[in-house]
């Protein structure tokens, strides 16, 4: 692939990524999961989409972005401190976990959003300067169950849907 489609392509990853964040904010979630701030993850799908089709790399330069945008466009600095961090460790484990092999794109998005979320509450630490919102951890990772594998299935569903298009990296 050119430099060229490479570039193009992550712009519109990042795009597609900006819009399922923005549009997730107009899912009332916490109508049916009283958690605060919980939130499905739907931009997680673009990060493992990148992630399986053109390595970490590709999907770390489109998850910086990605959160830097949000940020500006109504996350503010605090949302973009749990954003990132949160990200960032996210896609470290999934590109770990993808490399062994032993997980389908499913079992690695649970633990992307596993991982996202001990990001989140270390930032609310840091932020809040007390360990005592760890304890909280347990039902996000609960949760994170449930919405790694509702973005894990809608990420393979666009693996599948995309593999004639575009063949996929070895690990």
Do not use: D
């Not at 992550?10 to 997730?24: D, H, K, N, Q, R």
């Not at 490399?99 to 079992?107: H, N």
């Not at 300067?129 to 809608?154: E, K, R």
């Amino acid at each position: 692939m050119t430099k060229t489609k490479k570039l193009a392509l992550g712009a519109v990853l990042i795009a597609l990524a900006l819009a399922l964040s923005y549009t997730e904010r107009f899912i009332p979630l916490q109508l049916v999961i009283p958690l605060p701030g919980i939130k499905l993850g739907l931009a997680n799908i673009v990060t493992l989409v990148a992630l399986y089709l053109f390595g970490t790399r590709q999907a770390f330069a489109v998850l910086v972005p990605r959160c830097l945008l949000g940020a500006m466009f109504g996350g503010g600095i605090t949302g973009l401190l749990f954003s990132l961090l949160g990200g960032i460790l996210a896609l470290a484990v999934m590109a770990l976990v993808r490399r062994t092999g032993w997980f389908s794109v499913y079992g690695v998005s649970v633990l992307g959003a596993a991982a996202h979320n001990v990001g989140q509450i270390l930032a609310a630490m840091g932020l809040m300067q007390s360990v005592y919102v760890g304890a909280y951890l347990p039902w996000l990772l609960l949760m994170a169950i449930v919405t790694g594998l509702l973005t894990g299935g809608c990420s393979a569903g666009v693996l599948r849907a995309m593999e004639r298009v575009i063949p996929r990296p070895t690990a």
